[in-house]
């Protein structure tokens, strides 16, 4: 069970670090832009490196999104410095690559613990003779630094970060026009209308729904569709947050 302090909904933990781009305190770092905060195993580890390549690569996405990106490791700033050049030339095989985010430099673990981010993984553990690392978590941050989605992986297992991208496209879409969305979905897809709304409220913000059955009910996401939801803002319930981007 995730901590009570890491759950959806609570405030990230505020803490101040020393990061590859210099010392930060991170609710001032974030400002009012979305946070991607993942964790990897540790600095010189084949998997992390592919997807620290990965995230560069991925930049113009999470920039095009509001969302300032930045990792952490239990390893020092000297071995973080070292390693990025290795992410650069592996990830320079693909395409261009800068890792233009701060990587923070936990070595007494201080920040792996309060954010939970430590763990028995076997896969880890037997990797070299390090008593604790950090595995493999997300967590997106809104622009309030409400906690909104965790992610925890082993060590073994690469993530996704098309995933990532899609997870953030979609509560950036169901703040902003209080709808959710189904399985698969992605920008530009059809969203499911909030089991809390009546058919006739829904009527009226979506003309163009189609009932599947008395509980499922989808929509296109049109222009009037947005200007209707922001005028409405004060009525609708939608996901329970404040639309924040
Ligand atoms: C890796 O990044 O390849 C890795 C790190 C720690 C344990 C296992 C794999």
Not at 126 to 150: G, M, S
Request: aromatic share 10%; glycine share 6%; with cysteine.
């Amino acid at each position: 069970m995730t901590s009570k302090h890491l759950r959806i909904g609570s405030i990230a933990p505020d803490f101040e670090a020393d990061t590859t781009e210099g010392p930060i305190k991170f609710h001032e770092w974030a400002g009012d832009s979305w946070v991607m905060f993942f964790s990897h195993p540790g600095d010189f580890t084949p998997v992390c490196t592919t997807e620290v390549a990965d995230i560069s690569h991925r930049a113009p996405d999470f920039k095009a999104r509001n969302v300032k990106v930045i990792g952490i490791s239990v390893d020092v700033l000297s071995d973080h410095y070292e390693w990025i050049g290795d992410i650069i030339d592996f990830g320079n095989l693909v395409r261009p690559t800068y890792v233009d985010f701060p990587i923070i430099a936990d070595p007494k673990r201080e920040i792996a613990k309060l954010y939970d981010m430590i763990d028995d993984d076997p896969a880890a553990l037997a990797c070299e003779d390090r008593e604790q690392y950090t595995l493999r978590t997300v967590f997106i941050l809104d622009p309030k630094h409400v906690i909104r989605a965790t992610l925890l992986y082993p060590a073994s297992v690469g993530r996704d970060f098309g995933e990532i991208i899609r997870l953030v496209d979609s509560l950036q879409t169901t703040d902003k026009y209080k709808v959710d969305t189904p399985a698969g979905w992605k920008k530009g897809d059809d969203v499911v209308i909030p089991h809390s709304l009546s058919d006739e409220e829904a009527r009226k913000r979506f003309p163009n729904y189609k009932a599947h059955n008395p509980y499922l009910r989808t929509t296109p996401l049109t222009e009037r569709v947005a200007s209707e939801t922001s005028k409405e803002d004060a009525t609708c319930s939608g996901n329970g947050y404040a639309a924040s981007n």
